[in-house]
């Protein structure tokens, strides 16, 4: 894994975490809060863009204001662990919209899906249809999220320059 960018700064810093929590402040608000005029700010917006510590912007949405209710947690182990089988397994697995997260696991299984769907039975058609037949599948387990008490909106800086 590479390194936290060894170049950021306090000040950039700052601007990361200003922007996960409002990614939607002007360019002006942004300055004034990290106490730069406006084109330095933007100077540094325009580098932490093209290095790719800021990856992308989006709008993040209400699963329930959606009537997406359905989380399930979704362990696959998959027969084959070559590098053929397992880009197979993550085309596929990219293909399906309700899968909003996969992690490659160690330990017992071999992926981690988050499935997010408006009912349970909207689960079970995409459990049944697609995950069950995603190529080198061999065991499939589900766990069901009750209630989200902590989702990550923003990752945590503190590390960084330490």
Sequence with gaps: MKPAAPWLDRIDLRILSLLQQQGR???VELAERVALSPTPCL??????EDEGVIAF????LDRR???LGVTAFVF???AEHGPKATELFLTSVDAIDEIVACHV??????FL????????DHYASVMLDRLGGLPGVSALQTSFALRTVKA???????????
């Design 76 to 78: 696959i182990n998959i």
């Design 25 to 27: 402040l002007t360019n």
């Design 105 to 110: 696991l160690s330990g017992q299984f071999d």
């Design 152 to 162: 990550a909106r923003r990752l945590p800086l503190a590390h960084i320059g330490s």
């Design 57 to 60: 912007y989006r709008a993040e």
């Design 43 to 48: 100077r540094r917006v325009k580098r932490l």
């Design 113 to 120: 899906l988050e499935v997010v769907t408006p009912t349970l």
């Design 65 to 67: 204001q959606l009537g």
